[in-house]
């Protein structure tokens, strides 16, 4: 279990990138552990489809993980899936530590690494597509400024 002050820290962590409800939502879990849809929307008293968009944004980020548990039916019912959501409170304050982590990859692995390591830092989870697609960004913009500075001489 996270102490007061670590659910107090990780909710202005969320709230400052990601907003208001999303801190609710992630301070919800960090207090009440794994819980279902339907309870976080009962505990937060923020609207399903909020609930969900904010969930949505969590898991992307690696913020909240997502898992399903096999629920015993009633008197002739069958087992029921019900989906869990569970707050990772390290990789919330993993945030924190991103400069330090971008420090070491720009000393140790130069600025092409650098690039890619700041899209997961950003990001949470890219795929080999994207991380192309930034680093063609990243030139497209260099050159852009490149091309201004010579024209201004």
Avoid: W
């Amino acid at each position: 279990m996270v102490s007061p002050h670590g659910v107090q820290l990780a909710g202005h962590l969320i709230s400052y990138y990601y907003g208001d409800l999303c801190s609710k939502v992630c301070q919800c879990l960090l207090n009440r552990g794994s819980i279902t849809l339907a309870q976080i929307v009962r505990f937060t008293e923020i609207t399903k489809d909020n609930v969900q968009n904010c969930l949505r944004v969590l898991v992307y980020q690696n913020y909240v993980q997502v898992f399903a548990l096999q629920q015993e039916g009633g008197f002739g019912e069958a087992p029921r899936i019900v989906t869990h959501y569970m707050a990772l409170f390290e990789n919330i304050i993993h945030k924190l530590r991103a400069p330090k982590f971008m420090q070491i990859v720009s000393e140790e692995l130069r600025n092409d690494c650098l690039e890619i390591f700041q899209g997961f830092i950003e990001h949470g989870r890219i795929s080999v597509d994207q991380i192309i697609y930034r680093k063609e960004e990243i030139a497209r913009r260099n050159r852009g400024s490149f091309d201004t500075h010579v024209l201004v001489m």
